[in-house]
């Protein structure tokens, strides 16, 4: 496979050698106030076609005929620049933008080019910039990014209190979430209120929902690309904010300027230190809360070499007095190496580590009665990637990334009556190696724009505990018995995979202002979040593909229109979508995911379905702009002896999601904004019968039927209002912005789940009616204001 990809890769690169001489620029495009590479910046030749844009780290190469040209460029919501260069020779442009003197502070609502829906080819893609996430309505008042791309279409969350998202009918696990390249396991604080996220480190988001390039994988369903700011290399920066519920603090500044540069950020919250003086003696010493910080820092070595280091370190403790509690946290490093071989090869070698843990532990004596959990999924990386820009109508982009992971499902200790008894659960490991290539390319003179490529992935099982061995069922839906179990050594390969994984995407641009898109994709997934929970918890364990448990695929297939009005203040896209999934997990009734090693005994793989239509509208320009999205979409699943072997609802299955979001400038200073959200109930497994036992009535499901009630839907508005620094004292070092808001403005009490319950507890009469009722559980069940204060020093 890999002759295969390096003979494609010979015959992308021979074709510069029939090329005529031409002439390459190249360049880096920055924000001229703090120095930050802007992400997709255009440059363009005046009065020509060709053109390109910058990549994740700021970088373009662009190669022309010789000639006297007016070099441009542009990002929104900047100020173009031009200048007149003659292109004899290849030589280097680089470009520092101010941002646009505009005299409303006129909300963005796209980072991207003003076309750039219509004319990219990647489609299923959405991009956020933190400015824009800012000004959502948020719960508390503070700016959050996962909560604002839950308002993106094809994205839901089964309801408040849940960790994490869903994209097109996936699970939470089916979304690599990564922080600057290395991934986050866990992307929630406080029970999913809120992401580990700090906005004030973040530069932008972005979301491949479908279109996914070679470049990614590991993950069926999403890539949530998370980008920190390098740290302004111009002057020193503080920025911070006190809220409702936590504060936070970042600084940024030259080490040498516009060499070297640092970043600090960090946040905590203090629910609990609010509450310690209206807590009774039983809950004296109760802990709720979360922290973390954010660290980057670069330094350009010369015009050819910079090197970054980030870090991530987050943490969150619940412990409802001195007898017990739990935490949990993820800790990220991050090295990257960016490197020019000449004008057209561009590379990045990155090395990350990523570790996420958690513990538990309750007792009041260690000594006599205690019990001690602690877990976690630690993984390494080695990732080199090169883009060779041929011409501004072809870029290839190859490379390679090894993952090494330790699975640590428990470390358990139990105390009782003195007696020590050691209930771990083994340690697992195993390595993910994947090479691809990808080419983006223009043909017919930009009528048509490709992006194609093949990823081939690898993984194996590693030995080093007990390989359990499981025979049939006794029939399906049942647990499968233990028949054998051997022990390894942690240098045998027990069972792995290979699988290829093409990729493919098309433009096709019907006239300046619409374009038809498609696009396919494999995706391939071998380690897996193991919970039978509707919204995932902290201590929910991971594992890796073993050789009793598959890996997972997906094949998607996408269609789209996209449309802009009115010199691009209006866009218009709809597209559709049709997921096939293969080995998918479920479990067996009852199943026991805590602390058992013959866990894989439990497990049942099925497959799945996913389809629908996305379809969304934004006004981008103006006083008055948003979006509005909604999404038609079924998720089912097929699993051997689950719901008499017919299709059933996923738990994450709605059918209906809407979302409106407005952003009004009242004046130079005020901005109103409102979020309303309506999203159709997810399913829920409920008794449909029952039966008498011994004089007691006992509540039965008859077919062992899964999902087969939904829970009320979901509806919210919420509102806010911005108040930033009044114009004349834009100058001055100190600049504070205030921030009014009511998360669930009216007040309803939407369910995240509903439950089953006899209304008396007395012992029903044999043959006599009972009364049962339905106990939904809300989360958020009234209005809640907030205000919060943010501020910046220069």
Do not use: C
Not at 242 to 271: H, M, Q
Request: proline share 4%; aromatic share 14%.
């Amino acid at each position: 496979m890999l002759k295969a990809l390096l003979l494609s890769l010979s015959f992308f690169l021979s074709l510069t050698l029939a090329a005529q001489e031409k002439v390459t620029v190249k360049g880096t495009v920055t924000d001229a106030t703090n120095g930050e590479t802007l992400i997709g910046a255009t440059i363009y030749l005046k009065g020509t076609t060709k053109g390109t844009t910058t990549n994740e780290y700021g970088f373009y190469s662009l190669t022309v005929e010789p000639g006297e040209y007016v070099i441009a460029a542009g990002y929104l919501g900047y100020q173009e620049q031009s200048r007149t260069e003659t292109f004899i020779g290849n030589f280097t442009a680089d470009f520092e933008l101010a941002e646009s003197g505009t005299q409303l502070a006129e909300i963005v609502v796209t980072a991207e080019e003003a076309d750039a829906n219509v004319a990219d080819v990647q489609m299923s893609v959405e991009q956020l910039d933190i400015s824009q996430i800012a000004r959502l309505p948020a719960l508390l008042g503070e700016v959050d990014v996962l909560r604002s791309i839950q308002l993106l279409p094809g994205v839901s969350t089964v309801g408040e209190g849940a960790a994490g998202f869903n994209v097109r009918g996936g699970s939470i696990d089916q979304n690599l979430v990564i922080l600057d390249e290395a991934p986050v396991f866990n992307s929630s604080h406080l029970f999913g209120f809120f992401s580990v996220f700090n906005p004030d480190a973040v530069k932008g988001v972005k979301l491949y929902k479908g279109g996914i390039p070679a470049r990614y994988g590991g993950r069926l369903s999403s890539i949530l690309d998370v980008r920190m700011k390098e740290g302004n290399s111009k002057q020193f920066q503080m920025d911070g904010g006190i809220g409702t519920i936590f504060s936070r603090l970042s600084v940024e500044a030259p080490i040498v300027k516009d060499k070297s540069s640092f970043l600090i950020a960090g946040r905590r919250s203090y629910i609990d230190v609010l509450a310690a003086p209206f807590l009774g003696d039983d809950l004296a010493g109760t802990s709720l809360n979360f922290y973390d910080l954010t660290l980057k820092t670069n330094y350009k070595f010369s015009d050819k070499d910079q090197v970054f280091l980030s870090g991530y370190f987050g943490r969150d403790n619940f412990a409802p007095g001195d007898q017990a509690g739990f935490s949990w946290g993820n800790t990220t490093t991050t090295l990257r190496w960016n490197h020019l071989f000449s004008d057209k090869l561009f590379s990045n070698l990155t090395f990350y580590y990523s570790d996420y843990d958690y513990a538990i532990n309750f007792g009041d004596d260690p000594e006599e009665d205690a019990f001690d959990w602690d877990a976690s999924i630690v993984n390494f990386s080695a990732k080199p990637e090169f883009s060779y820009f041929i011409n501004p109508d072809n870029v290839i982009r190859f490379g390679g990334q090894g993952i090494y992971y330790r699975f640590e499902p428990a470390n358990a200790i139990a105390v009782s009556d003195g007696t020590e008894i050691d209930i771990s659960v083994a340690n697992q490991w195993a390595t993910e190696t994947a090479v691809f290539v990808e080419n983006e390319q223009s043909i017919f003179e930009g009528r048509v724009k490709l992006n194609y490529g093949l990823r081939a992935s690898h993984f194996a099982y590693l030995g080093g505990r007990n390989v359990y061995e499981f025979g049939e069922a006794p029939r399906e839906g049942l647990a499968r018995p233990l028949t054998g179990a051997e022990p390894s050594e942690r240098s045998e390969t027990i069972k792995d995979w290979f699988n290829l994984e093409p990729r493919a995407s098309v433009q096709y641009q019907l006239t300046e202002t619409s374009s038809l898109k498609a696009s396919y994709q494999r995706t391939a997934q071998y380690i897996h979040l193991l919970s039978n929970t509707t919204a995932s918890v902290p201590l929910d364990i991971w594992t890796p593909s073993t050789n009793n448990i598959e890996p997972q695929l997906a094949d998607q297939y996408a269609i789209g229109y996209f449309r802009n009005f009115k010199s691009n203040t209006y866009e218009f896209g709809i597209e559709t979508y049709y997921k096939d999934f293969q080995n998918l997990i479920d479990y067996v009734d009852g199943a026991d995911l805590v602390l058992n090693e013959l866990v894989e005994g439990q497990i049942i793989s099925g497959k799945g379905r996913a389809y629908g239509a996305e379809f969304q509208i934004k006004k981008v320009k103006g006083r008055l702009n948003g979006w509005i999205n909604y999404t038609l979409a079924r998720t089912e699943l097929l699993t051997p002896g689950i719901n008499k072997t017919d299709w059933y609802p996923s738990r994450f299955d709605q059918t209906h999601n809407l979302n409106v979001t407005g952003f009004y400038e009242v004046s130079d200073r005020v901005t109103a904004s409102a979020t309303f959200a309506y999203i159709t109930g997810t399913p829920v497994t409920l008794a449909s019968s029952g039966y008498y036992q011994l004089g007691y009535f006992v509540p039965n499901n008859e077919g062992n039927g899964r999902n087969n009630f939904r829970i009320p839907d979901y509806h919210r508005l919420d509102v806010s209002v911005t108040l930033d620094p009044k114009k004349e004292n834009a100058d001055k070092r100190w600049q504070g912005q205030w921030i009014f808001g009511v998360y669930n403005l009216y007040s309803r009490r939407n369910p995240i789940t509903v439950s089953g319950r006899q209304d008396s507890d007395i012992r029903p009469i044999l043959g006599q009616a009972i009364n049962t009722e339905s106990v939904k559980l809300s989360v958020v069940g009234n209005f809640i204001p907030s205000i919060s204060y943010n501020f910046k020093f220069r």
